[in-house]
């Protein structure tokens, strides 16, 4: 027995190893070295072949090469274990990794949508609506009346709306047997003082308060002592027109109205001054127009006449001039006074005045 053997079995060894690298690789090495019938165990079968004073010797070169391949298979068998640590380790860190990088991603991608959220306008969406009020019919009414005499040089004049029996009645030619002024048809508020049953008395105010040539009119609230029903209400407007100047007379008085009649009413209206009373005015007359809902023909709003009763008027009673301060032998007047829910049911054909005062949108919202 030589030692040429010893170094064939480590050098095979060796070439075995280096080209380990699994597990059972090395099981197979185990084998085939340590095992039973291995290269090295039989090298311990041939200690009886050798003499024995090289015995120890040679059992100790034996013992080298088992120990080289003992520590080779270590070594081997810890590479590796660490590299399967080394893997499990970084399989971990991997996953804490992408598990970072997901939260991450998911919070920057919440940080940008929110920054985007926060920014964003759609121009395709449709407008938020905003209702926009607008004027009441009653008040548009008004303002459509005073502009048109306005454009007829007519400038405004008001009154209160407690008003004096004095004013209210007495300057107006309206003595105390005068049915007008009975309690249930005006509100006292107080002893000499009422709820003004018309604007009349603006009147006597204007008058009162500047020289002729007057022409005003004077829009207004009025107060009767009325049940409320589709044509009645205690509270409703008017408007009232004075002219005092030196030639003033009917025929002037008639063109004036006639003219606002066709600019309010329309162009083509038939209008009629019809004979009537009032205290105040001498002659006085009661203006009808057109019924515009069956243009003259006759229906149930002008009740089969044609036609509808828009204002009283008359040339100013001389009494009630010399009340507000004015000569009746100088000068003359012409009055008039229209209750404009009247005129404005009659011009939107409107049946019921308490649809002004319910404030019901579904009503008002017409009148744009
Ligand atoms: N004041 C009267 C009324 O309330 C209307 C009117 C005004 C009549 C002026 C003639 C002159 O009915």
């Given at each position: ?272 001054f019809r004979p009537s009373y009032f205290p105040f005015t001498e002659p006085s007359a009661e203006v009808d127009v057109e ?35 004015i000569d009746p032998e100088i000068y003359r007047g012409f009055a008039f006074g229209m209750g404009v829910e009247r005129i ?25």
């Amino acid at each position: 027995m030589d030692e040429s053997k010893l170094n064939e079995i480590t050098a095979m060894f060796e070439e075995k190893l280096s080209k380990a690298a699994t597990v059972s690789d090395i099981e197979t090495l185990k084998v085939d070295f340590l095992g039973k019938k291995g290269h090295v165990t039989s090298l311990f079968k041939e200690m009886g072949k050798v003499t024995a004073e090289d015995r120890p010797a040679f059992g100790e070169k034996i013992n080298r090469v088992k120990e080289k391949v003992e520590s080779g298979i270590k070594e081997f068998e810890k590479k590796i274990s660490d590299k399967a640590v080394g893997e499990k380790i970084n399989r971990v860190k991997e996953k804490v990794e992408s598990g970072i990088k997901e939260f991450e991603k998911k919070i920057s991608d919440k940080a940008v949508y929110e920054k985007i959220n926060a920014s964003y306008c759609d121009v395709t969406l449709p407008g938020k609506f905003h209702e926009i009020g607008h004027r009441h019919p009653i008040s548009s009414t008004i303002a459509e009346i005073v502009e048109i005499f306005g454009r007829l040089g007519f400038s405004v004049s008001e009154g209160p709306d407690i008003e004096t029996d004095y004013i209210n009645f007495d300057a107006l030619n309206m003595f105390d047997w005068h049915p007008a002024r009975d309690m249930q048809d005006s509100f006292y508020a107080g002893p000499n003082a009422v709820l003004r049953t018309h604007t009349s008395g603006v009147q006597i105010r204007t008058m009162l308060k500047s020289e002729p040539p007057i022409k005003i009119v004077a829009p207004g609230r009025v107060y009767r002592l009325d049940e409320v029903d589709a044509s009645h209400s205690p509270v409703f407007h008017q408007v009232e027109g004075l002219l005092v100047d030196k030639n003033t007379n009917f025929a002037a008085f008639k063109g004036i109205i006639a003219s606002f009649c066709r600019e309010f009413f329309g162009a083509d209206r038939k209008v009629v001054f019809r004979p009537s009373y009032f205290p105040f005015t001498e002659p006085s007359a009661e203006v009808d127009v057109e019924c515009i809902s069956c243009k003259g023909r006759g229906c149930a709003i002008c009740k089969n006449s044609g036609f509808l009763e828009v204002m009283g008027a008359g040339m100013v009673h001389p009494n009630v001039l010399k009340n507000g301060n004015i000569d009746p032998e100088i000068y003359r007047g012409f009055a008039f006074g229209m209750g404009v829910e009247r005129i404005a049911m009659l011009r939107y054909a409107i049946r019921d005045i308490r649809d002004f005062y319910m404030n019901d949108l579904r009503v008002l919202a017409q009148f744009r």
